[in-house]
């Protein structure tokens, strides 16, 4: 029963680090190794829409950031070119909806943390031109726009050029992702946004303390602002402890968000990124400078494949299957369909 429920929702995926692989290939190799390793499992994970972060290591940084950034968005687009029929790099919700229905896979292109732009906030209409949809301007540490939250405690709102960030994001139909922002960074933008936000990878702080969870309070002023919180499922951000690496304290922490923030403002925003960093990080590097487990997974839920588990689990807490169907996607497709792609001042639809 699940797996049909499963296959007939439309499944959002809000955060999968799978450019970082995809881009580590040499050109050549980026579309037949994305159809290779990657469409098998989104295809056997159900997965409709995929949003796309183009996250710079930190190897990249500062010189080259601007360059990694251009180079993994025109790796996106040659691994979509290179698999017309499979996948489509969509720019607003009708797009989506089109790909879709033709049984391809959309994809959103998503920058995280911006560090190829830093203040030069002007270089965000070149990057919104590319067909980048969603953006963030933090992560762990600080940025010229915001601080990420592992800098909580200093306190501090966003930068000049953060605020400048956010409004020019808003002018233009780029939806603002509050994931890895600082809390005051976050009540900032919750205080001054005039369109939804979201958080494309964030799990229950009340259940797991850690910074880079939202706390109650966050949670009801996403929903307050008419956005949607995405549930990260990285195993270290649900519980502190290996024995909670499990698919039912995944739905703890989405039962919780929908409570707390209604289930209209709950989505999934897994952040599979174990067989990324298994991919692309030496043996000899074992110890991660976040402190966190980011090799933990819940088992069967390391990757996209596994996404079935999640409707299978609902099903069992006794979630109604049309609330089923907002948490798995429904929910992003409401914010994608009002906001995504849409210049300011233009009516949605």
């Known amino acids: 029963m699940f797996e049909d429920l499963h296959r007939d929702a439309i499944v959002a995926d809000t955060h999968n680090d799978l450019l970082m692989a995809v881009s580590a290939r040499p050109p050549q ?17 159900g997965v409709d829409v995929q949003v ?32 017309p029929d499979e996948v489509s790099i969509c720019l607003d ?27 030069s906030v002007e270089l ?18 600080r940025t010229p726009l915001a601080d990420g939250s592992g800098e909580d405690d200093t306190g501090s709102r966003l930068t000049s050029p953060g605020v400048e960030a956010l409004r020019e994001m808003e002018r233009l139909g780029m939806i603002f992702d509050i994931s890895h922002l600082g809390a005051s ?21 009340a259940l797991r303390d850690h910074h880079r969870n939202l706390t109650d309070d966050q ?21 502190d402890d290996p024995e909670g690496y499990t698919v039912e304290r995944l739905a703890d922490h989405i039962l919780h968000v929908a409570e707390v923030a209604g289930i209209d403002h709950v989505g999934l925003g897994p952040d599979f990124i174990r067989e990324v960093m298994d991919d692309l ?11 966190l487990d980011t090799r933990g997974a819940i088992p069967g839920l390391d990757g996209p494949s ?25 929910n992003v497709m409401r914010l994608f369909h009002a906001e995504l792609g849409r210049p300011s001042g233009q009516p949605a639809g």
Do not use: Y
């Open 29 to 45: 190799k980026w579309a037949s190794f994305f159809r290779e390793r990657w469409l098998p499992q989104l295809r056997e994970g």
């Open 52 to 83: 796309l972060p183009v996250f710079i290591d930190h190897n990249f940084r500062p010189e080259g950031a601007l360059r990694q950034t251009l180079r993994m968005i025109e790796c996106a687009h040659v691994l979509a070119e290179g698999n």
């Open 93 to 119: 919700a009708r797009q989506i909806d089109e790909a879709v229905a033709a049984g391809k896979i959309a994809l959103v292109l998503a920058l995280e943390s911006m560090p190829g732009v830093d203040a």
């Open 124 to 141: 965000i209409p070149t990057l919104f031109r590319l067909g980048v949809r969603v953006g963030s301007i933090a992560h762990w540490g």
């Open 185 to 205: 960074g976050v009540a900032h933008v919750l205080e001054i946004a005039t369109r939804p936000v979201i958080a494309t990878h964030s799990s229950a702080r």
């Open 219 to 239: 949670l009801r002023a996403v929903a307050a602002n008419g956005g949607v919180v995405c549930v990260n499922f990285l195993a270290a951000f649900l519980s």
């Open 281 to 291: 990080t030496p043996p000899c590097e074992t110890e991660d400078t976040t402190g």
């Open 306 to 330: 596994g996404m079935p588990l999640v409707t299978e689990q609902l099903l069992k807490r006794g979630v109604a299957e049309d609330d089923i169907r907002k948490i798995l996607g429904g």
